[in-house]
């Protein structure tokens, strides 16, 4: 069966007919269509194999913006090396929940900033300068030596101490 790129919505994912649909917006984001249920999956490689993942069904109250938030976090776990396939983000070694500076920076950026006077200024210089750099690394990990060399010290700092104080 073919695959058919489209933009969704919640509302054309509750309507479309029988078959695969890959989310235009968001990269790997997949909807099945069979005749008793819509699975959102999320589809990447890994080495020299493509996988799938599920995400959940519409029928048990998954939404497209959960779906498309699940596969931002399993792309980001690739991009940090992580297995998407175990629970939370667990690897033998490694903490129980991990967070990305990409996804935190999301939050931070709808929570914190949308609401401050000079927020747009400061998430353009972050999105601009350090969004590409550290958008894949495990917050965990990122220390300040990482920042010294970095002018943008206090946006980003800030968001480090935030997602570390709410964990």
Aim: overall charge positive.
């Amino acid at each position: 069966m073919a695959v058919i790129k489209k933009t969704l919505s919640q509302k054309l994912a509750a309507n479309l007919p029988e078959g695969r649909y890959s989310d235009a917006a968001t990269p790997g984001l997949r909807l099945e269509v069979g005749k008793r249920a819509r699975t959102f999956s999320v589809i990447y490689r890994r080495g020299d194999k493509t996988e799938s993942l599920k995400v959940g069904r519409v029928d048990q109250s998954v939404t497209l913006k959960q779906a498309r938030e699940r596969a931002g976090d399993i792309q980001d776990q690739l991009a940090a090396g992580i297995s998407p396939k175990m629970p939370l983000g667990r690897e033998p070694g490694q903490q129980d929940f991990v967070v990305t500076f990409g996804r935190a920076w999301v939050r931070y950026k709808d929570e914190y900033l949308s609401n401050r006077r000079t927020g747009k200024s400061e998430a353009e210089f972050v999105d601009l300068h350090a969004l590409q750099h550290f958008a894949p690394r495990v917050m965990s990990s990122i220390t300040k030596l990482d920042l010294e060399g970095w002018k943008f010290l206090t946006p980003v700092s800030c968001v480090l101490w935030k997602t570390r104080m709410q964990s």
